[in-house]
């Protein structure tokens, strides 16, 4: 666990070849059923003061259907929780949990990433045309804030070449439908909050579409 001065978090960083000079942010990857999403692109201006923008999120919700694998992923969570917990004074750290129960009982998990970040805190990294081709985000940009490495989120597909082999292409997030298979890749990352308290979230890096839900319902009816 490594404490961020700018902006002020704390991360699990990962040194290279045992190298603490080359180190670099662990990634996870969990795989589930995609069941709720806000994703851009942005149809219009939210309708809040320009104040809040740098709250305005993108983000899914995913489920696994009781499945082992995905309950292998929410005990890896709380394992990681934990670690973080343990480099902070008892009472200091909010109690959190990755587990949200749905309508049919199955547990989910949900990541998310900010649009924007103040303009102190980094620099701007231009909107990608597929995720902003109104320029509706760049315009609430302004002054004020920045898009920056942290906020982008790749959106991907995984196909599979003639002899087996796989690759992705970036893909439009409005490609994405509830019940889609999907892989997401995370960040635990602990944020400050009031009165010296602090908190885990999980920010989403990318979400990459491994079977349609259209496929899915076709193999599924015969």
Not at 33 to 62: A, C, H, W
Not at 150 to 156: E, Q
């Amino acid at each position: 666990v490594e404490a961020i001065q700018q902006p002020k978090t704390w991360r699990l960083i990962k040194a290279i070849n045992g190298d603490s000079r080359e180190a670099k942010e662990m990634v996870f990857v969990i795989h589930g059923i995609l069941q709720d999403k806000s994703l851009p692109p942005l149809n219009m201006k939210p309708k809040t003061v320009p104040s809040r923008y740098r709250f305005l999120k993108q983000g899914v919700t995913i489920t696994g259907l009781d499945t082992p694998t995905f309950s292998d992923s929410i005990k890896s969570a709380t394992e990681i929780y934990g670690l973080f917990d343990w480099n902070f004074a008892e009472g200091r750290m909010e109690l959190w949990s990755c587990v949200n129960r749905t309508p049919n009982e199955c547990d989910s998990i949900h990541a998310s990433n900010r649009y924007l970040m103040l303009k102190m805190e980094a620099t701007h990294q231009p909107f990608k045309k597929l995720v902003d081709p109104k320029g509706i985000l760049k315009a609430m940009a302004k002054e004020s804030y920045v898009h920056t490495e942290d906020n982008d989120v790749l959106y991907t597909k995984c196909k599979t070449q003639a002899e087996g082999k796989f690759f992705y292409k970036e893909i439009g997030p409005q490609a994405f439908q509830i019940g889609d298979i999907v892989e997401i890749q995370v960040l635990f990352v602990v944020v400050p909050l009031k009165d010296e308290k602090v908190k885990m979230i999980m920010v989403l890096q990318s979400i990459t579409l491994l079977e349609a839900w259209s496929k899915v319902k076709r193999k599924t009816d015969k």
